[in-house]
C-alpha cells in the first residue's frame, strides 16, 4: 500500500514537470516565432539564407515536438532556434551595413528590371552576391570583401545594359520620330535641345550606369523637347496642306486666352494683338495682388497704433521719472503685446496663404499615397505613406519617382520655403542600424530633388530620427508600416 501511494506520488509530480515543461516550451517558440519575422523584415532570408533557413527548421521542429508531448527535447531545439534566429538577424544587419552599396546596387539592379533585361548578367549578379553573403555567413569578413568586388562588378554590367534599354532607348525613338516628320525645318531649336540631350545621357550612361537619376532627368526633358518638336511639326505639316487651318489655331489661341481672362475677371478682345491681351492679363494679375496687399494693410494699422501706444507710454516714462518702476513694466508689457500681435499675424497669414496653397496641390497627389498636413504653425507637411523602401536600403522605388515630382511641382508653388527631407523608420533592428538608414534614405530623395534642375535656388535639408519619432504603435504590423516613411516638410520661412 506504501509503495502504491509512492508510486502515484511520483507519477503526480512528473506530470506536473512535464506540464511546466509544455508551457515553456510554448512561451519559448513565441519569442522564437518573433525574432523570425524580425529577421524576416530585416530580409534575412538574403542577407543570412543558410542562417535563418536552419533557424526556421529548428522552430518547425520545436513545434513538432511540442505536438508529440516530447517537451524536454523541444526546449533544447527551441533554444537552437533562438540562437540561430539571433545569429541571422546581426548577420542580415550587418551585410546591409558593411555592404550598402552594394546592397542597394542590387536592389537597383532589382526594382528597375535589370536582372530580367539580360538574364545571363543577372543570374551572374546573383550568383556573385551569394557568395558575399556566404562568406559573411561563414564569419569571413576578408573574403566578403573581396567576392563583393566581383559582385559589383557584376551588377553594374547588368545596370549598363538596362539603362541603355530604359533610359536611352525611349528617347531615341522620340528624337527618330521627330526627324521623320522634318523637325529640323519646323522646330529645330526643341529638336536640337532633344539631340543635345540624347548625348548628355548617353554619356552619363556609359560613364557610370548607376547615375539613373541624373540620366533620367536628362532624357526625360529630351523627350519633352522632342515631343514639343513633333508638335510643332505637325502643325507646320498642317498648315503647309491647308493654310485655312492657320486662323482655326488663332482662333483656338484666343479662346484659351480669353478663358484666363475670365478668372482674372478681364475682358479680352479677340481684335487685340497678342501683346496687348497680355499686358491686360498682367494689369489684371497686378490689381489682384494690389487687392491682397490692402487686406494686409489693415493688420498694419492695427501695429501702427500698438506702435503709438508704446511711444505715449515711453513719453509718460520721461514725464515722470518717479513712477518709472511702474511704466517700464507697462512698456514691456506693450512691447511684448506687440511683438505677440505681429507675430500672430505672421503665422495668421502664413497659415491663410498655405491653406489657399494646399487647396491647388491637393489634385496632385492621390489620398492614399500622399497625406498633406498644415501643422499650427503653418508648416507644411508632405507624408509620403506610398515611399515603400525594401528593408535596409535607400534605393528610391521606382513608383515613388512620381510622386517625388509632384512634391517637385509642391516646392514651385511655395517658393519661400526651404525644404527638410525627414526619414524615419519603425524598431525593428538596432537604434545605431535604424537612425543610420534613415538618414541615407532622407539623403536619397534629397539628391533626387538636387537632381532635378541645376537652377534651384530652394534650400534642401535631409535628416534622420530613426525610430524616435514613430506615428503609430510599433506593437502592430499596420503601426509599424506607418512608421516607415519620409515627411517632406516645408517651414513658414523665419523673420
Not at 167 to 187: D, N, Q, T
Amino acid at each position: 500500500m506504501h509503495s502504491l501511494r509512492k508510486i502515484l506520488l511520483s507519477a503526480s509530480l512528473c506530470a506536473g514537470l512535464f506540464t511546466v515543461q509544455t508551457a515553456m516550451a510554448a512561451d519559448a517558440l513565441q519569442e522564437v516565432a518573433a525574432l523570425l519575422n524580425e529577421a524576416n523584415q530585416l530580409r534575412a532570408s538574403e542577407f543570412a539564407p543558410d542562417t535563418y533557413e536552419d533557424a526556421r527548421d529548428a522552430y518547425d521542429e520545436a513545434k513538432r515536438q511540442i505536438a508529440s508531448g516530447k517537451s524536454s527535447r523541444a526546449v533544447r531545439i527551441t533554444n537552437k532556434a533562438r540562437s540561430l534566429a539571433q545569429q541571422s538577424i546581426l548577420i542580415a544587419q550587418k551585410v546591409s551595413n558593411d555592404f550598402d552599396e552594394l546592397v542597394e546596387a542590387r536592389d537597383r539592379m532589382q526594382l528597375t528590371g535589370a536582372d530580367k533585361i539580360r538574364k545571363d548578367l543577372g543570374k551572374r549578379a546573383e550568383e556573385a552576391f551569394s557568395r558575399v553573403v556566404g562568406a559573411m555567413e561563414s564569419d569571413n569578413l576578408a573574403k566578403a570583401k573581396s567576392e563583393a568586388k566581383l559582385a559589383t562588378k557584376a551588377v553594374y554590367a547588368a545596370e549598363l545594359v538596362a539603362s541603355r534599354e530604359q533610359i536611352i532607348k525611349p528617347l531615341s525613338e522620340r528624337v527618330a520620330e521627330a526627324r521623320r516628320l522634318s523637325a529640323r525645318k519646323y522646330s529645330p531649336r526643341s529638336f536640337d535641345k532633344a539631340l543635345d540631350a540624347q548625348r548628355q545621357a548617353t554619356g552619363i550612361i556609359k560613364e557610370n550606369p548607376r547615375a539613373r537619376t541624373k540620366a533620367r532627368n536628362i532624357a526625360k526633358l529630351g523627350e519633352d523637347h522632342a515631343m514639343r518638336s513633333q508638335r510643332i511639326a505637325e502643325l507646320g505639316r498642317k498648315f503647309s496642306r491647308d493654310e485655312g487651318q492657320v486662323e482655326a489655331w488663332q482662333d483656338k489661341q484666343d479662346s484659351m486666352l480669353a478663358k484666363v481672362g475670365d478668372v482674372l475677371g478681364v475682358q479680352l478682345s479677340p481684335f487685340a494683338s497678342p501683346e496687348q491681351r497680355l499686358v491686360s492679363l498682367q494689369q489684371a494679375a497686378d490689381d489682384m495682388k494690389s487687392s491682397h496687399k490692402a487686406q494686409l494693410q489693415d493688420s498694419e494699422i492695427q501695429i501702427q497704433q500698438l506702435a503709438l501706444q508704446l511711444e505715449q507710454t515711453s513719453n509718460k516714462l520721461a514725464k515722470y521719472e518717479g513712477d518709472i518702476a511702474k511704466y517700464q513694466g507697462e512698456l514691456a508689457g506693450r512691447e511684448a503685446d506687440l511683438a505677440a500681435m505681429a507675430e500672430m499675424r505672421r503665422k495668421l497669414q502664413a497659415k491663410r496663404d498655405a491653406e489657399a496653397k494646399i487647396k491647388r496641390i491637393t489634385g496632385l497627389f492621390d489620398k492614399k499615397m500622399v497625406e498633406i498636413l498644415l501643422t499650427p504653425d503653418a508648416d507644411v507637411i508632405l507624408r509620403m505613406k506610398a515611399m515603400n523602401f525594401r528593408s535596409g536600403s535607400s534605393v528610391i522605388p521606382p513608383d515613388g519617382y512620381s510622386l517625388l515630382d509632384n512634391v517637385m511641382k509642391t516646392v514651385d508653388i511655395f517658393p519661400k520655403r526651404s525644404v527638410r527631407i525627414e526619414g524615419h523608420t519603425d524598431f525593428i533592428g538596432s537604434n545605431l542600424y535604424n537612425q543610420d538608414l534613415s538618414e541615407r534614405r532622407a539623403k536619397a530623395v534629397r539628391e533626387y530633388f538636387l537632381s532635378r534642375s541645376a537652377s534651384i535656388t530652394t534650400q534642401f535639408e535631409s535628416v534622420g530620427y530613426g525610430e524616435d519619432r514613430p506615428i503609430a504603435n510599433n506593437e502592430t504590423e499596420d503601426g509599424r508600416k506607418r512608421n516607415r516613411r519620409i515627411d517632406i516638410v516645408l517651414p513658414v520661412p523665419k523673420l
